[in-house]
């Protein structure tokens, strides 16, 4: 009986968790802004995180010399 029960609720666990999803909503936007935020520039954030790498490593090679 308990079998019975075990997949029973599966399978009614699996008609809802089905029930829920919905189709697939992409919408892809691949026109640059041209006069397009600072902050959004990929440039920036790769060069900002070398020179954050750089200052993490010099801040702790510097604290196991002494």
Request: net charge positive; proline share 2%; aromatic share 8%.
């Amino acid at each position: 009986m308990k079998r019975v029960y075990l997949t029973a609720m599966t399978a009614l666990i699996s008609s809802l968790l089905l029930a829920q999803e919905k189709a697939a909503d992409v919408d892809i936007n691949v026109n640059k802004d041209s006069g397009g935020s600072f902050w959004g520039s990929p440039v920036l954030w790769i060069v900002g995180a070398a020179v954050f790498i750089i200052i993490l490593v010099a801040v702790s090679r510097s604290g196991s010399r002494q």
